[in-house]
């Protein structure tokens, strides 16, 4: 069965750059989400998508942005990149809001 | 392909029933296995297993390793209401440096 794919697997960059990460949901989810997960630490609810519009917002910096397109994939875009920004980037996807999430791979950013 | 299947999907008990929950695995290169609570938004960690055999245990919960036949439990003794929400089990993996994520187990528990 086809899984949550996230694109890039890893990504290297350096402070003040930008970064955008890639997640396409399950076929049929209308829903996505995107985690932060430092190292140790649980992940961090960023912000969701539903049906293409913002459902709801976390501790997302403002130098984040993210969208939903036609074709329900998301993408998170991150500038101004801090050292602190390094780490597993979560995407999951869920058929309806308050089901069962499926998460993704992950994308691990280090910024140097 | 590496995987993670946990069983079952679903499952509504009363206040005060035991359950086990269930997490097998196929990955290469396995490194660790975390079992994770979900309630409503972000998973909270749990447990990290390593090593076969031993239990980790924090009040009602425990969890143990079996790497020999790849899977894991998860124990909640004397449910409660409060321990109603999703439990992840996610293995890591050293060489891709990846967390795979099983698709969860649902608990209701009903006073």
């Known amino acids: 069965a086809a899984g949550v794919i996230q694109s890039p697997r890893h990504l290297i960059k350096e402070k003040r750059e930008t970064a955008t990460l890639k997640c396409y949901p399950i076929?049929?989810?209308?829903?996505v989400y995107w985690y932060q997960q430092g190292p140790g630490q649980d992940p961090q609810f960023l912000i969701s998508?539903?049906?293409?519009?913002?459902?709801d917002k976390g501790s997302i910096p403002d130098r984040f942005s993210a969208q939903q397109f036609s074709d329900y994939h998301s993408e998170l875009n991150m500038s101004s990149l801090e050292l602190g920004d390094s780490a597993l980037y979560f995407c999951?996807?869920?058929?309806?809001?308050?089901?069962?999430?499926?998460f993704g791979p992950g994308t691990r950013l280090t910024v140097l | 392909e590496d995987k993670v299947v946990q069983s079952p999907l679903s499952l509504v008990v009363h206040e005060g029933d035991t359950v086990t929950l269930n997490c097998s695995y196929e990955?290469?290169?396995?490194?660790?296995l975390l079992w994770y609570k979900q309630e409503k938004k972000a998973p909270t960690f749990l447990f990290m297993l390593?090593?076969?055999?031993i239990e980790k245990k924090s009040g009602r919960l425990s969890s143990i390793l079996d790497k020999k036949e790849l899977f894991s439990i998860l124990n909640i003794t004397a449910t409660q209401t409060g321990d109603s929400a999703i439990y992840l089990c996610a293995v890591e993996s050293y060489n891709t440096d990846k967390l795979i994520f099983g698709t969860g187990t649902r608990l209701q528990v009903f006073p």
């Open positions: 990955v290469t290169n396995f490194r660790s």
């Open positions: 390593t090593s076969s055999g």
């Open positions: 998508f539903y049906e293409k519009m913002q459902s």
């Open positions: 999951a996807s869920s058929p309806d809001r308050p089901d069962t999430q499926y």
């Open positions: 076929p049929r989810h209308d829903t």
